[in-house]
Structures are given as structure tokens and as C-alpha cells.
């Protein structure tokens, strides 16, 4: 049977172009000389069409998926599946502790730093996931000055937004409480620099009422209390530092100077707040307008604080009254730290500051830039320093010093061996000034910086004086490098004896 069957030309298979018609001439010829007696039935190719190819065909011939999400990839873990669903379903059901560390991290890099606080903030330590938190919601990000902790970073900005954003007598109190008993462990440090008034609504106009009350002035400071700290403060049990500024920012057209007032309330309350924290170690209120009573409301409930190193008050209105008051605490603290520039504190305040300084054992820094304490002030710091043995940074700029003082100084410097920075800039000492300076500074070996600018001195004193500051410097990188190398022999004597 197979002997008898014509195999068909391969011409059909090779020329696509042909038509139908020569197909089916080809193929009565090749049927019509085979032997008659045996009939054969022969299936024809399909029919192409005109201009397509083999490859063509077999593209055509491919199954198409009917799922759209259908591919040939591996079907995923089991495990992969339950990290997918935990990420999923983690704010309803959060589950982390109990898993492998490797599964943790997966879960951690997947999670969105959207998730609540009251899921998060008890769970997650991991330092990632706080670090996509703070670069996702803040677009500059210092973790350095939060102990590099994105953790403790993430919490204390956030409560600062909160404060900066409250609005007394309309915000509810809860939305900063609430949030206690998850930031507790976290918040060492708070930075406010805006407090916002409660909103004021204009009187209604009363027929007849045309003069003006006495009263007016207390009342319209009492509608302006800001945001109370005491109870938010006792549940910071690790609260360190405290940076305050009691104003508005960005007010525009809206100013007014009740927006920038500290009230008798808000010194109270914050007064009493200070005073219990005991964990309290810097305190800065600055720009805040506020005066003498004010200042000395504050600084009495600092006396015997027991954590406090460093007081900031810088930009206020204080003068000689609040300026003893701070004398008296620099005798009954641990202060470190004082900082009173840019107030206005005259000769009687500095001379108080003298009389506290020359007895003082704790004091490294004292800030009296931008005051007025003239001459007489600064010789009585001066006298105070002769006796003095721990300052070691002193801020006079800007204080209207002149020749008498420099004269004292440079007798400071013959003898003082503690002081490392003293800034006299911005003031008058002069010609004659500069060289008692200079000639104080040819005994010195300790200090290390000493800012003469814009004070009339001589650029020749200037110059020698840098050059004796450069030596000193030298001096001291070379004791640090070689401590041993240079240890006085009073301090050697006792051990060589008691070896």
C-alpha cells in the first residue's frame, strides 16, 4: 500500500506564493500516473496564508495563559507566604518576638513606617526600621544630637511637634498625655522653640465703656497662657535636658508682642516643674522676654537642685536684681554652666557674680556677652579670678570695657593658670590696652584662645599675642600626647615615696 502512495513534491511545502489552483493541477498529474488500481487518499497541508512562516505558526501555536498574573516563576516558600501575611495583617495582629532573627529582619524591612506608635513603640527596637521612620517624616535628620539613637530621635521629635503645634483651650491635652506611656523610656531631651496662646476672640463692644481699666494689662497677660509642662515632665523619667523658647514663629502680619510673653502662670508652673525633676541637667530659657521677677521665680527653685550643670538664659530682660539671684545659686548648685548673654546686667549684677565667683568651686563657663558692665564689672571679675580655680572659659564681648580692665586682666594672666578661653571682643581696651595684655600673656603658658576683635588693640599686639596662644597650644598637644612626660614633681613625689 505504501509502495503505491506518491509522495507529494516538496514544492508545496517550499513556495508559499503559490495559488490554490497549481496546488491542485500538481496534484491530479502526480495521481494520474500512479497505477490505477489502487486509490489512495491524500491529505493536504493546511493552507497558509500569504506571507507567513514557519516560526510564525509555531508562535501562533503557544498556550496563552488566561490568568493575567500567571508566570512561570517558582511558587514561593511557605515560609515566605507567612512573612508576607504577618507584614500584612501586623497592625491587627502583631507578631515578632517569637520568630527566628532572620525572619524578624525580613518582617522589619517590609513593615510601613506608617504603622501606630501604640503597635510599635513597646515592639520595635530595631534601629532600621526607626531610621526609615525619621528620614521618611523628616527630611533633615541629626541623630547625633539624640545620642545616636533614630529610636529616641523618632520619639523626641515627635513630642516636640506636638508641643509646638498645641493650642491651649482647643487642643485636647490627652493627644501629648496619651503619649507618655509609650515615649517614657525614650525622651531625654526636649527642644521647644514656639509655645502658641490660646485663641482670642474679639470682645463684644459695650455702649458706654470708653475708658480704659487698669486691670486690662493682667488680663490680657492671663489669656495668654501657654501649654502647661508639670505632667508631662513627672512622667519623663529620663529627662535631661530642657531647651525652652515661649513665642511664635512665622507669624507674619499677625505680630504681636503677646505672642511672645512668658506669663507669672507659665513661670510658676514651669518653676515648680524644674524643681521636681530631678534628672534635670540642662535648663535653657532663652528669648522669652523675660525680667528680674520672673528670672528670680525660676532661679529660686533651682537652688540645691541636685542634677542641675547647666543654666541658659541668654536673650531676656534680666537685669542686676535677677542677677544676684544667680549669684546666690551659683553658691547653693552644681552649676557648671552660666549663661547670661544679651540681657542687662550692669556694674552692680557683675560685681554680685564676683563676689559668688571668687569662692566657687564648680563654675567651668561664664556668658556676659552683649551686657553693659562697664569697667567696674569687669575689674571685680577680674579681682574675682585672681583667686579663682576652676573657670576656664570667660565671655565678655560687647560690654563697654575698656583700659582698666585689660590692665587688671593682664595681672590675671601672670598668675591664673586654669583659664583656656577669654573673649574681649567688640569692646574698647585700646592701645595701651592691648600691650598690658600682651605683656600679661608672656607669662601665661595655659591659655589657649583669646579674641581681641574690634577692640582697638594694635595689630603688632594682636599679632604677638596669637603667636604666644599658638606656642600654648603646641604646649598642650604635646602634654596630651606625652602626659607622663610632663608631670609635675609634686604630683610624682608621693608615689615614688610610697613606692
Not at 547625633?144 to 530621635?153: F, L, P, T
Request: charged share 20%.
Amino acid at each position: 500500500m505504501q509502495d503505491n502512495l506518491t509522495p507529494l513534491p516538496m514544492s508545496v511545502f517550499s513556495r508559499p506564493s503559490e495559488t490554490t489552483q497549481d496546488q491542485s493541477s500538481a496534484a491530479s498529474q502526480a495521481t494520474s500516473t500512479a497505477p490505477q488500481p489502487v486509490k489512495a487518499t491524500v491529505v493536504t497541508p493546511p493552507i497558509k496564508s500569504k506571507g507567513l512562516n514557519t516560526s510564525n505558526v509555531r508562535r501562533m501555536r503557544r498556550i496563552i495563559a488566561e490568568d493575567a498574573e500567571w508566570s512561570l516563576a517558582i511558587v514561593p516558600l511557605l515560609s515566605e507566604l507567612c512573612i508576607q501575611h504577618i507584614v500584612k495583617n501586623f497592625q491587627n495582629n502583631p507578631i515578632l518576638t517569637q520568630l527566628l532573627p532572620e525572619d524578624q529582619r525580613k518582617i522589619l524591612d517590609h513593615l510601613s513606617p506608617d504603622l501606630p506608635l501604640t503597635v510599635t513603640a513597646n515592639l520595635i527596637e530595631n534601629e532600621n526600621y526607626w531610621r526609615r521612620c525619621c528620614t521618611q517624616r523628616w527630611p533633615v535628620c541629626h541623630v547625633a544630637r539624640h545620642g545616636s539613637s533614630w529610636k529616641r530621635m523618632f520619639f523626641e521629635r515627635h513630642l516636640e511637634n506636638l508641643l509646638k503645634q498645641f493650642i491651649p483651650g482647643t487642643t485636647d491635652p490627652a493627644v501629648i498625655l496619651d503619649l507618655l506611656p509609650l515615649c517614657r523610656n525614650y525622651v531625654r531631651r526636649i527642644q521647644v522653640d514656639q509655645f502658641l496662646p490660646p485663641i482670642r476672640l474679639p470682645p463684644p463692644p459695650r455702649e458706654g465703656d470708653q475708658s480704659d481699666s487698669g486691670s486690662e494689662g493682667e488680663m490680657e497677660e492671663s489669656s495668654t497662657d501657654h501649654y502647661q509642662l508639670r505632667d508631662l515632665v513627672a512622667g519623663l523619667k529620663h529627662l535631661e535636658e530642657l531647651d525652652l523658647v515661649y513665642g511664635v514663629k512665622d507669624c507674619g502680619m499677625n505680630f504681636e508682642w503677646n505672642l511672645f510673653l512668658f506669663t507669672y502662670r507659665d513661670c510658676h508652673s514651669l518653676a515648680a516643674t524644674i524643681k521636681a525633676c530631678h534628672t534635670l541637667k540642662v535648663f535653657r530659657l532663652t528669648r522669652s522676654r523675660m525680667d528680674d521677677d520672673k528670672a528670680r521665680i525660676l532661679m529660686r527653685s533651682l537652688l540645691d537642685h541636685p542634677a542641675l550643670e547647666e543654666l541658659d538664659l541668654s536673650h531676656n530682660l534680666i537685669g542686676d536684681r535677677g542677677v544676684r539671684t544667680a549669684a546666690k545659686l551659683l553658691s547653693h548648685s552644681r552649676l557648671r554652666v552660666l549663661n547670661l548673654a544679651n540681657n542687662q546686667v550692669r556694674a552692680p549684677g557683675a560685681q554680685s557674680l564676683a563676689h559668688a565667683l571668687a569662692h566657687n568651686t564648680n563654675l567651668v563657663s561664664l556668658n556676659l556677652r552683649l551686657n553693659c558692665i562697664e569697667d567696674e564689672g569687669g575689674q571685680a571679675l577680674a579681682h574675682a579670678l585672681q583667686t579663682n580655680k576652676c573657670l576656664t572659659t570667660l565671655h565678655l564681648g560687647g560690654n563697654e570695657l575698656s583700659e582698666p580692665t585689660a590692665t587688671l586682666l593682664s595681672q590675671v594672666l601672670s598668675v591664673n593658670t586654669v583659664l583656656t578661653s577669654i573673649n574681649l571682643s567688640c569692646n574698647h581696651i585700646g592701645l595701651d590696652g592691648g600691650k598690658q595684655l600682651l605683656e600679661g600673656m608672656s607669662d601665661n603658658k595655659t591659655l589657649l584662645e583669646f579674641d581681641l576683635r574690634l577692640s582697638d588693640v594694635a595689630q603688632e599686639s594682636e599679632y604677638l599675642i596669637s603667636q604666644a596662644l599658638q606656642a600654648n597650644r603646641e604646649a598642650a598637644r604635646q602634654r596630651a600626647l606625652n602626659p607622663s612626660h610632663f608631670m609635675s614633681p609634686t604630683t610624682s613625689g608621693p608615689e615614688n615615696s610610697a613606692g
